[in-house]
Every structure is written in structure tokens, then in C-alpha cells.
């Protein structure tokens, strides 16, 4: 697997699963209902913000002294998800009438530490749809038994603490475990929606901090090379994989000052010729693209019909640099132009940062 690429897509129809925050919905539900009537559902139904009505079948559930417990093991589908098969426990307690639904984080959930994301700090991480799905689910349950929907939701996600280290969480401020995600409460299969979701509140946690220069990098060699060229701050370094259209759209409407990309030859190469999603399954090099920029910098015929015809982008690199020309600062100025038409309009200088495979810089454009 290269440098910031997701896992490969089956060959195979791929099995859409459930978001955290529908889990914990399903079993937040039980748990209500069970401590007013002392029954768990099983299998809960819940319904979801488009309105699809999935039921969920309970992993355990305990009942007793003013709590109730279930859990949901989540079924991510498909999707190369960390969260794939991880335990979603709700305890809820009773809480006074009039006061409305709280949420606490459990073990292996984490709490919010830094401004800008979409939940204040000092809260538990579960986000806002989550948030009110629950809500939604504890009216219907409180309604159908003449109760008051009034009760404190704690949810924990066991191992979740040590999950989390593999995510964005620990650079975003979110402290102690996951995060409860979910839009759709549907998780749709290499969408990589989780990943892009991570680029967008790793940028409003920097705008929050007052940064006013972020990196964007491909994988972990081109993130060291920036640590090593720019005295940055963790949470000023977001993983941007392959998702340059994520970062650079989101950037157009909420702008930093300054941006570094930094990436491979090959992914940048991607970039350069306009491509946004940089991974091998959805673009791929052109030779051709830059046996042209090769001779454009006065590369002769021998050297430019041996890089359209080169096998990978590498040789290709090391072709035109046998030749003295400058074919990874060639990458760099088209890359930073593509990036620029994509942020349109937006106060963003962009800086591109060409990272060999020894985390080497091999060409860089400057802010400019």
C-alpha cells in the first residue's frame, strides 16, 4: 500500500453498515424503554434522519436500580472503518422532569478539548446528529409510555481509548476515546467520508487556534519532511491522504493564510494534471503530461519520448533528472496552479512540497 492510500475496494457489490451515532441511538432506545417497562426491544428500531427505519439486535443488556445498559456491536459494512465491530454501550438513568436529555462520555469515548469543532469543549464527542437522534428516539419511547423525556445517556465504547490513537482525534483535541459520528446513520462504502470529515474539523480547529498557516500532506513520509521544513504545530499538520479536493474546497470557504501541500512525485504529479482525488483507483499518471513539461523545459526528443514511455512515474523522474531537467519542480508550479484555480478566489498563499521516498524535499514552489 502507497503513501496515504485507503485500503483497495473489493471486487465484489460492497455491504453498506451503520455509523456510531446509529448504534449508540438503537441502544440508547433500548436502554430508555427497558428502564421504564423493564423489556429491552429486541431486535430496536430506530429511524434515521432520511427517514430509513433499521432495526439493530442487542449485544447485552442489564436492568436495575434506576439504570439500564445495552449495546450494539457495530456492523460498519464494507468499510475500512476502526470502528468495524467495536461495542457501543448506552447506560441511561432517570434524570428530573424538565430537564431534557444529557449526554456523558463513557470509557473509550473522548472529550472535546479545543475550539472549533462542532461540540463546545469540555463536552462528550458525540456530535450533533447523534445528539439528536437519541434525543428523537428518548421523546418517541418517553411518548409511548406517558413518561417525561428526561434522562442522562452515557456512552462508551470499550477499547475505544486505545481505537482512537488511529484517528484524527488525539490532533483534534478529542481527549480519552472516540468520537459518535453519523450523518445519515448510514456508512456508504469507501466514500471515505470519515477521512474528509477529518480534514474539515482538522481545518476548523486550526482556525479556531488563530493558525494562520496549515500543511496538507499525502501520508507520513511527506508529513515528517514538513515537520522538518516548517516549525509547525500538531494540529496545524492535517492528513489529507488522498484527498487534495477535500482540503482545497474546504479551505475556499473557510480560508487560511497559508497552505503547504507536500506529497510524492507521483500523487503530485496527479494534482498537477487536475486531478483531485489522487488515488490509484481514481486517477492515475500521464506520462505523456510530463514527457510535455519535460519539453517545455527544452528536454530533447530522446529524453522526452523515454519518459512517455517510462513504467512509473519514478523512472520517469529519474529520466529527466539524468538529463538536468527539473522535472519535480515542473510538478511542483502545476500543482500549486491546480491548487489555486481549485480555492478560487480564496486569501490562501499555497506552498508545494515535492517529498522523495527517503523524505528528501526534492522541489518546493514557495508561498510566492
Known amino acids: 500500500m502507497s503513501e496515504g492510500q485507503p485500503p483497495r475496494r473489493p471486487d465484489r457489490p460492497l455491504r453498506r453498515g451503520w455509523t456510531t451515532g446509529a448504534c449508540a441511538t438503537a441502544a440508547a432506545k433500548a436502554a430508555f424503554q427497558a428502564l421504564l417497562t ?13 427517514g430509513e427505519t433499521p432495526a439493530f439486535t442487542l449485544a447485552r443488556t442489564t436492568v436495575g436500580n434506576g439504570v439500564a445498559q445495552a449495546s450494539v456491536v457495530k456492523d460498519g459494512g464494507d468499510d475500512p472503518d476502526v470502528t468495524h465491530q467495536a461495542e457501543i454501550v448506552a447506560t441511561v438513568r432517570r434524570l428530573p422532569p424538565g430537564a431534557g436529555v444529557g449526554f ?7 472529550t472535546i478539548t479545543r475550539a472549533g469543532l462542532p461540540i463546545p469543549p469540555g463536552e462528550p464527542a458525540i456530535n450533533p446528529v447523534p445528539r439528536r437522534m437519541m434525543e428523537e428516539a428518548i421523546e418517541e419511547v418517553a411518548k409511548a409510555h406517558g413518561a ?8 462508551s465504547i470499550p477499547g475505544g481509548e486505545a481505537l482512537a490513537q488511529k484517528t ?8 480519552g476515546g472516540l468520537s459518535i459520528l453519523g450523518t445519515t446513520g448510514i456508512v456508504v462504502p469507501f466514500s471515505c467520508a470519515a477521512w474528509i470529515h477529518s480534514i474539515h474539523r482538522g481545518i476548523d480547529v486550526a482556525r479556531a487556534a488563530g493558525l494562520t498557516h496549515v500543511a496538507g500532506s499525502t501520508g507520513s513520509t511527506s508529513e515528517q519532511a514538513i515537520k522538518a521544513r516548517h516549525d509547525l504545530p500538531d ?6 491522504g488522498d484527498f487534495a479536493g477535500g482540503l482545497l474546497k474546504y479551505l475556499r470557504g473557510h480560508p487560511i493564510e497559508r497552505l503547504t501541500i507536500a506529497g510524492g512525485f507521483a500523487k503530485l504529479t496527479k494534482l498537477a494534471q487536475g486531478a483531485l482525488d489522487l488515488h490509484s483507483s481514481r486517477s492515475e499518471v500521464d506520462r505523456d503530461f510530463l514527457a510535455s513539461l519535460a519539453r517545455g523545459a527544452g528536454a530533447s526528443e530522446a529524453v522526452t519520448d523515454a519518459i512517455a514511455t517510462a513504467n512509473t512515474a519514478t523512472e520517469a523522474l529519474k529520466l529527466a533528472a539524468a538529463s538536468g531537467v527539473p522535472l519535480a519542480a515542473l510538478v511542483a508550479a502545476r500543482a500549486r496552479a491546480r491548487a489555486k484555480e481549485t480555492l478560487g478566489s480564496a486569501p490562501v498563499a499555497v506552498n508545494v512540497i515535492v517529498v522523495g521516498r527517503d523524505g528528501k524535499i526534492l522541489a518546493e514552489t514557495g508561498h510566492g
Open 235 to 240: 494540529i496545524a499538520l492535517l492528513d489529507m
Open 168 to 175: 484524527w482525534n488525539p490532533r483534534l483535541g478529542i481527549i
Open 148 to 155: 417525561k423525556p428526561d434522562a442522562e445517556i452515557e456512552i
Open 38 to 50: 423493564g423489556d429491552f426491544p429486541d431486535p430496536v428500531t430506530i429511524r434515521l434522519p432520511r
Open 104 to 110: 456523558k462520555a463513557g470509557d473509550g469515548v473522548g
